[in-house]
């Protein structure tokens, strides 16, 4: 039998971008091992190894550290060619006393979403409030509601503890993050790309549109200005991951703005996108460095068809599908970012899944629901998939587009003139 399904709080964690596995788990250990030591030592040294180490520059891993650990003085030590690691986002720390002398050592894993677990394994609770669902996947979970006469949202109402206002502050810090990208006033976004942001521009086009131009470029637009606020490094929500925080709230926010639906009804599907992510988290993984990016952005897109397909009057079995057919199709997307940076292809992705889980709900509502792949069947080869994928693209910016710009991009950007 399988773990039966944690907390959906365990999906959505606010927190700094630009990666929950690069930024808010190393974030969250650092803090922990301070906290576990009796007596300040002179100095930190984090190793940081695998993904970590191949992408930690660019995903400000030392920067998040160095910030965290303040005002004891960190050292930062990026170490990628350990093997036999626990985990492909593995980090030690050491408290070096003022002869150099190490006095405390942990080892640690960011697993994803920002959360942790020892190098055995053992994953270390992220919430305040542990729940144990009584299913352990999503077909449990649509027994479970149609022998009980329940919703997915009822499923976890019974369930989690304050669930509605726990919602509501994921759900504000949501719409938020949604708000300050589309207004805000930065023009490049950090790092060596040097990429504009597109948000406000996208938005304002949109807005002339009529249709479904109007509708797709609003969706577009509401997803670009959370992942652009990510890459920025500014907060925002996993949902389940920060690489992929934009899926989920680009068509939540659609919905209630454009579509006027009552706040109730949003706070209803992002409990059930909930169930969903923690149904992957627990039966498979959401992290990029060890499934790709399907982990990452095709979990988005499946929570956010969830979302969309009940919004839009779906039963449980088409909301089940439209999850489904969701991940279907991003099965084997890699992970490559371009100088590890959540940048490119990361912020593009998270409008084309936003506006893909919009399609999948349409379909299957289309249908009566009934389908061959479940859910759970889809989320165990993603998983093999994942774990099946060269190292290259699983987030060590070594394959894919991150090759493509050591080879070429750099030599067409010398020779092409501006715009």
């Known amino acids: 039998m399988n773990p039966s399904l944690q907390s959906i709080f365990e999906v959505f964690a606010v927190g700094a ?29 984090v190793t940081l190894y695998g993904s ?15 910030r965290t650990l303040d005002p004891v003085r960190a050292e ?21 006393d003022a002869a150099g002398q190490s006095v405390k050592e942990w080892t640690v894993c960011s697993i994803g979403g920002g959360h942790l677990a020892e190098a055995d394994g053992r994953p270390l609770p992220a919430t305040e409030h542990p729940v144990s669902y009584p299913v352990a996947n999503m077909d449990d979970a649509l027994d479970y509601c149609r022998a009980n006469d329940l919703t997915f949202w009822q499923l ?34 950090p790092g060596r790309l040097e990429l504009a942001r597109r948000a406000g521009t996208t938005w304002r086009r949109a807005r002339d549109l009529n249709g479904t131009p109007h509708d797709m470029g609003l969706i577009a637009a509401f997803a670009l200005a ?47 996108a909930g169930l969903f992510g923690a149904s992957i988290r627990a039966n498979a993984t959401v992290s990029g460095a060890e499934a790709g990016c399907q ?4 979990s988005a897109c499946s929570m956010a068809a969830a979302a969309v397909a009940q919004l839009n009057g779906g039963t449980l079995n088409q909301i089940e599908y439209a999850a489904e057919m969701a991940m279907e199709h991003n099965l084997g997307l890699t992970c490559d970012p371009i100088e590890g940076y959540v940048q490119i292809p990361c912020i593009e992705r998270n409008m084309n899944a936003a506006l893909r889980a919009v399609e999948c709900a349409i379909f299957t509502l289309l249908t009566d629901g009934r389908h061959l792949v479940s859910f759970d069947d889809v989320i165990e ?18 394959g894919g587009l991150a090759r493509l710009w050591r080879r070429d991009i750099e030599r067409r950007l010398q020779r092409t003139p501006p715009p």
């Open 156 to 189: 976890a109402e019974q369930t989690e503890t304050d669930l509605w206002p726990r919602l509501g502050r994921i759900w504000s810090a949501m719409r938020d993050t949604i708000r300050r990208g589309l207004h805000s006033k930065q023009i490049i976004l």
């Open 76 to 96: 930062i030590v990026f170490d990628s060619q350990a093997t036999a690691l626990p985990h492909p986002n593995t980090m030690k720390f050491e408290a070096l």
């Open 381 to 398: 080869v993603m998983n093999r998939t994942g774990r099946d994928l060269q190292a290259a693209y699983r987030e060590t910016a070594t």
């Open 295 to 298: 982990a990452e952005i095709g």
């Open 226 to 272: 959370v992942a652009e606020e990510n890459a920025a490094g500014m907060q925002v929500v996993t949902a389940p991951s920060c690489g992929a925080a934009g899926v989920l709230p680009a068509v939540l926010y659609f919905f209630k703005t454009v579509r006027r639906r009552r706040l109730p009804e949003i706070l209803q599907a992002l409990a059930t």
């Open 52 to 66: 970590l180490a191949a992408t930690g520059r660019g995903h400000w891993t030392d920067r998040t550290l160095i």
């Open 17 to 45: 971008g630009p990666s929950s596995t690069h930024s808010i788990g190393p974030q969250r250990a650092a803090r922990r091992f301070i906290e576990s030591l009796t007596v300040p030592p002179a100095r930190v040294r």
